[in-house]
């Protein structure tokens, strides 16, 4: 049930803004307690579930992955009957009576409360050539693009537990996989790292910064530095994932209202409201929060639970 407010000004209780773990289990309480919300997506349903190849920290999935993970949850959105908006939402607003005015680039709709779960956009690296390779060789995504790159040499940038999960997987599908970490370790969880060097295609340069993307049609090849010894690289390679941490997608939100930290990461309290009054942000665009799967979920399980409390007026 799709309700279009362009003519009719009637308040709706719940939007949730995302459909990323975080807005999906939000939506799932609000709809088995009868509030009836409506998430608003850009994307499909499942947000960075879609991006992932494997997931191996979800409890009750020994191994799954993100394509099964994510179609599981398309159902239970349509079996649950959960109102689904396929729009951007590109500004929210308030009125002086607190109710909440979403604006997608067509409509325009009003809510009671709302739920900021937007999580994060990858961070761009900003090297020669890799804007101009980007789709030609250079990814942000191993689960849209990995399978274009079988049995021929990968590059990984980054160090953390998204660029050592993702790599694992690419190594079952490239012949050679080269991590390239700017620290003298990997951060990634240690299960992740001990499983990472254990396996015989993948190589981890260690102190190593790339300087420049090179190719013709595609990329072709890269050039690295290590920082420590001063040496210059030329690595030749088919494809390359980057993975170096993201940024919030926060740029609906009016800066004026102070919801945000340093970094444009989301403020809450116990409870996952903002200093706004029925204003909620859960995952990972919620600062100081560990971004994870999990955590995701467990945010929007807190929000509903106050949401639910304190009842609707409207
Ligand atoms: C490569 C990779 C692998 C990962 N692997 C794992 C793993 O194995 N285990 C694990 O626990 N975690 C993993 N993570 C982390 C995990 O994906 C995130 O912690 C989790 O997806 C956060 O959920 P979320 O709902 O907060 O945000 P997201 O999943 O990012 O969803 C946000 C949603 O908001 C939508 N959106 C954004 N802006 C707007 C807007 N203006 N209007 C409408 N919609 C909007 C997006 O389209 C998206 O649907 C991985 C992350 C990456 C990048």
New binding site residues.
């Given amino acids: 049930m799709l309700i279009n407010l362009k003519n009719n000004k009637r308040i709706l209780p719940l939007a949730i803004?995302?459909?990323?773990?975080?807005?999906i289990t939000a939506a799932i309480y609000a709809q088995r307690a009868n509030i009836k919300p409506i998430i608003?997506?850009?994307?499909i349903v499942c947000?960075?579930?879609a991006?992932?190849l494997l997931?191996?920290?979800?409890p009750g999935f020994k191994s799954t992955t993100g394509a099964k993970f994510c179609k599981e949850l398309q159902e239970q959105i349509e079996f649950l009957k959960i109102s689904v908006i396929y729009q951007?939402?590109i500004n929210l607003a308030k009125t002086a009576k607190g109710l909440f005015i979403i604006n997608t680039k067509t409509e325009k709709f009003y809510f009671e409360k709302v739920i900021i779960?937007?999580?994060?956009k990858e961070k761009q690296l900003p090297v020669k050539g890799i804007k101009e390779f980007h789709g030609r060789g250079v990814s942000y995504c191993s689960s849209c693009d990995g399978y274009f790159f079988k049995d021929l040499n990968i590059a990984v940038i980054g160090g953390g537990?998204?660029a050592v999960?993702?790599s694992k997987i690419l190594a079952q599908i490239g012949k050679k996989i080269i991590i390239i970490n700017r620290d003298q370790k990997l951060l990634a969880e240690s299960m992740l790292i001990s499983q990472i060097e254990k396996m015989s295609n993948v190589q981890i340069y260690y102190n190593t910064i790339l300087l420049e993307a090179q190719g013709k049609q595609n990329l072709e090849k890269l050039f690295l530095k290590n920082v420590v010894t001063q040496q210059k690289i030329e690595l030749k390679v088919d494809g390359l994932f980057i993975?170096i941490g993201a940024i919030p997608?926060v740029d609906?939100l009016d800066p004026e209202w102070s919801i945000m930290d340093d970094n444009k990461y989301i403020i809450v309290n116990n409870h996952f409201e903002t200093n706004i009054t029925n204003l909620y942000a859960?995952?990972?665009?919620v600062s100081g929060y560990v971004?994870?799967?999990?955590t995701?979920i467990s945010s929007a399980t807190f929000a509903l639970k106050n949401i639910i409390e304190r009842g609707f007026l409207h």
Avoid: H, L
Wanted: glycine fraction near 14%.
């Fill in positions: 803004i995302g459909a990323g773990p975080s807005g608003f997506t850009n994307e947000g960075k579930i991006k992932t997931i191996e920290n979800y951007k939402v779960a937007t999580g994060t537990n998204a999960e993702e993975y997608n609906f859960i995952g990972d665009v971004q994870q799967y999990t995701a």
